[in-house]
């Protein structure tokens, strides 16, 4: 080989080699740029026959680990539901009743103040309908869903299931519509919540997003085993502090004594204390267990976002409190302890099983409004928290009477009855008149009436709560009180607690976040001055968020800031007064986006940064609003842009190759990112957010 030949191989080897790199750089690079495009639940459909015409569909989803998918009865105001869309239901088929779902799970997200209900691991969805045209061939059914770990994905699944030509179908004449084309499922149990117009959403979310309370960053949800076990703890809590009250704190030792003095050696004694001890726990938890089998565990769900539900159980709780204030006595039929004490008098298990009933009905006026109390609260996590609730409340219960059976030398050390036990009722009937307007404002939040917003309902915590400790430093009496010339340190402790706590409520007319109490009053959107301490109501125009003196198109912000959601109208305005501009994926139901807005956007450091150094853009996948039939386009893998949300989801796929929110990008004026090392940022610390932000806005020139 000649030295032409030999440098001509050596050139062709290295444009071969250099092609196989380029190759295998492109393929790494789209793989990278597309792994970014996640999916988390892999769905799989299909239909059975049923008896006659009817036919059931079912879904099920395959989510990934540690990723959770919202259910259809997660309420109005919480991260975004399932919607089920039947797209050729007119004329072809109708539905039965509503779709029903598999095990769920449900947790209290303190971000939007509701109880939320999700899917971990598998997603079971059925809906049985009853074909009225032979000649259906397919059943097409669109999933509208959100599916949420450190980031939020709002996603949509288009179903087109064949129908088997071994189906039988006589054709069925189609009745009147009675039902106004079913479209949309919303589960189980009777919706009765009025669902809020997509333009009513947008307007509170503008209205309403400065000074949301910053909060600890906690995880999205709360695992249902850890919900059971507090349910379990206040529900303790709860018995332990039945124990303290008239009707039952003088049962323990006349009761232990009963069985000491009665059995004809200490261990019969103790063996009898604990099988009374068991029988009032049994008792209880039937009681539980009744309350779950009557109502069904996902219906007790659905039941507490209910409106009717919310403003009854407000209405029992007013009851309650009035009757531990003194007002009367709740008391069962005196026939029904007469017969408990007559069948208590056959002695054995039997017997001894009909003294726990006799204790229950008896204590009844001072156990029954904390049980009703226990069990509303247990009901709203649905599942089997009314069992677990009434599991923990008898366990305090009959724990002393087991004890002191065991150790009655510790009888002398308990304290005598008297006054003080009237004074626990009370203190117990004023934290039940607390949580009755809890109710009340889940029902006006609801309805969105605004007649129990953030600042009156914390308002009237101010007044019972001062109240609770004027009576504690015996400045009120109540009919029931005994007289006294002075109170007890412990008394006077715990009134000067009650005081502290009224004193921290006050600043939270004015907007202070109030941490300790974040799940009980209305969030901060729903209030007179949604804007927070500082700004003044007269700089507001005639809608909140359009502030005098912003440019067009701008609104109020979280914290103030000012933030457009057109991008167009954003980057006009950025080149105007020339600084880079920050554009934020984000959803009116997403959790993690709020969270990045409480806890990152609100920290000292950041917040000046968002103010005064870039222009914020806010889109939001998951706006609702119809597109103008012309702007309406269909995308290159087939996608129908119909929604100002499919817009912006469509953006950010095709320009940042991902579909997750909060996403967060800064731009040039020209659009090209600034950040070289992390083009894009999402769920992060305050710290990694704050890096990145001065990296961005330090690049732009």
Not at 159 to 172: G, W
Request: aromatic residues 12%.
């Amino acid at each position: 080989m000649n030295f032409n030949q030999h440098h001509q191989t050596i050139m062709y080897k290295n444009i071969w080699n250099k092609s196989v790199l380029f190759l295998l750089f492109f393929l790494f690079a789209f793989a990278k740029g597309n792994a970014q495009i996640l999916e988390p639940v892999k769905w799989t459909a299909k239909i059975e026959k049923k008896a006659g015409n009817n036919a059931v569909l079912i879904f099920d989803g395959t989510i990934e680990k540690d990723w959770h998918m919202y259910s259809q009865f997660t309420p109005e105001g919480g991260p975004l539901a399932l919607e089920i869309t039947f797209k050729n239901q007119k004329g072809n088929y109708n539905l039965v009743g509503k779709a029903k779902e598999g095990k769920t799970k449900t947790a209290f997200n303190d971000v939007f103040g509701v109880n939320e209900t999700f899917f971990e691991g598998k997603a079971h969805i059925e809906q049985e309908i009853t074909i009225i045209n032979p000649n259906l061939k397919t059943v097409d059914v669109d999933f509208d869903f959100q599916v949420c770990k450190e980031v939020c994905i709002n996603s949509n699944k288009k179903f087109s299931i064949a129908i088997p030509s071994t189906f039988k179908m006589s054709e069925v004449p189609v009745v009147a519509e009675a039902k106004k084309d079913e479209t949309k499922v919303d589960g189980l149990a009777v919706d009765t919540i009025k669902p809020v117009a997509v333009d009513t959403v947008k307007t509170q979310v503008k209205t309403a997003p400065a000074a949301i309370s910053a909060q600890e960053e906690v995880p999205a949800l709360a695992s249902s085993s850890r919900s059971l076990w507090s349910i379990f703890f206040l529900a303790f809590l709860g018995g332990f502090a039945a124990l303290f009250t008239p009707c039952v704190f003088p049962m323990i030792p006349m009761t232990v004594s009963f069985f000491t003095k009665q059995s004809k050696s200490r261990a019969k004694g103790i063996r009898n204390a604990i099988i009374y001890g068991l029988s009032i726990i049994a008792i209880y938890v039937v009681l539980g267990l009744l309350v779950t089998k009557i109502f069904g565990a996902d219906a007790l769900n659905a039941l507490s976002t209910d409106v009717w539900f919310n403003l009854i159980f407000f209405i029992i709780l007013i009851v309650f409190a009035t009757s531990f204030l003194g007002a009367f006595e709740i008391m069962l039929p005196n026939s029904w302890a007469n017969k408990a004490d007559q069948q208590a008098d056959r002695g054995g298990i039997i017997g001894i099983l009909f003294m726990a009933l006799a204790l229950a009905i008896v204590s009844f006026s001072c156990t029954g409004p904390i049980v009703g109390t226990l069990l509303v609260e247990a009901a709203s996590n649905g599942g089997i928290a009314p069992i677990v609730g009434m599991l923990g409340f008898s366990s305090a219960l009959a724990l002393p009477f087991m004890l002191f059976a065991m150790f009655p030398g510790w009888l002398n050390s308990l304290p005598k009855s008297g006054g003080w036990l009237n004074t626990v009722k009370v203190v117990l009937g004023f934290l039940e008149l607390a949580l009755a307007f809890k109710f009340l404002s889940n029902a006006d939040l609801v309805l969105q009436l605004h007649l129990l917003e953030r600042e009156v309902f914390l308002a009237i915590w101010i007044a019972i709560f001062g109240t609770l400790a004027f009576y504690l430093f015996g400045k009120i009496t109540l009919p029931h009180d005994s007289p006294s010339n002075h109170i007890s340190v412990g008394r006077l402790s715990f009134g000067l607690l009650v005081l502290t706590f009224t004193i921290y409520l006050i600043p939270g007319l004015w907007g202070a976040p109030l941490k300790l109490i974040s799940a009980f009053p209305p969030p901060m959107q729903y209030s007179e001055s949604p804007l927070g301490l500082g700004v003044s109501t007269a700089s507001i125009g005639s809608n909140v968020g359009e502030i005098k003196g912003l440019p067009d198109g701008a609104e109020l912000g979280p914290h103030g800031i000012m933030v457009f959601h057109d991008f167009e109208d954003g980057v006009a305005y950025a080149k105007s007064i020339n600084k880079p501009i920050m554009l934020d994926f984000t959803g009116y139901a997403c959790v993690n986006c709020r969270k990045m807005e409480n806890n990152v956007w609100s920290d000292p450091a950041v917040l000046p940064i968002l103010k005064n150094d870039v222009v914020l853009i806010s889109l939001y996948v998951d706006d609702k609003r119809e597109l103008p039939k012309e702007e309406q386009f269909v995308t290159k893998s087939g996608d129908k842009i119909i929604t100002v949300g499919d817009k912006w989801t469509d953006f950010m796929i095709s320009k940042y190759k991902t579909n997750t929110q909060p996403l967060y990008v800064i731009t040039d004026l020209e659009g090209n990112n600034l950040n070289t090392s992390k083009p894009t940022i999402s769920y992060v610390s305050t710290e990694e957010y704050l890096h990145w932000l001065k990296e961005g806005i330090g690049n732009f020139k």
